[in-house]
């Protein structure tokens, strides 16, 4: 049995690009960026003393810390407002320059207004999206 070596990964300098060809690059408006599985197991038990257990497929979201920034037109905070409903490709890439990236259609909603005093206002959303193709690194 072979010892399969580990390349941890430590987000560091992501890309982050909502819109598709056309999108933006987001990547200095976040701090966290997660596509999380969601899925359960089923179980019937039959009469005779029998179980079989199965998982049902995964529905995939896509969640994005980022910092609010009402100031600047195209800022990720207007993106998320006025493009409310819509159904865009997103692309992230957990290393700039290397390795894979992650393509997904993500659902878009809005993010909290406002924040607390003396900090910078944060906030998190949550993207329905499908489930993310892996590219491999080019």
């Known amino acids: 049995m072979a010892v399969i070596e580990v390349q941890p990964l430590v987000l560091k300098d992501v890309i982050l690009i909502i819109g598709g060809e056309t999108g933006d690059d987001y990547r200095k408006h976040v701090d966290a960026v997660t596509f999380t599985p969601s899925s359960s197991t089923i179980t019937w038990t039959g009469l005779g003393l029998n179980t079989h257990t199965d998982a049902a497929i995964a529905t995939w979201t896509a ?42 259609n993500v659902a878009i909603t809005p993010g909290a207004i406002g924040g607390t005093v003396n900090t910078y206002a944060t906030t998190s959303v949550t993207l329905g999206s499908d489930k993310p193709v892996l590219v491999p690194a080019a």
């Not at 493009?83 to 865009?88: F, I, N």
């Open 63 to 104: 969640v994005l810390n980022y910092v609010q920034d009402w100031e600047t037109t195209d800022s990720l905070s207007r993106y998320l407002f006025e493009h409310e409903g819509e159904t865009v490709e997103m692309e992230f890439a957990p290393r700039s320059g290397s390795g894979p990236s992650f393509t997904a």
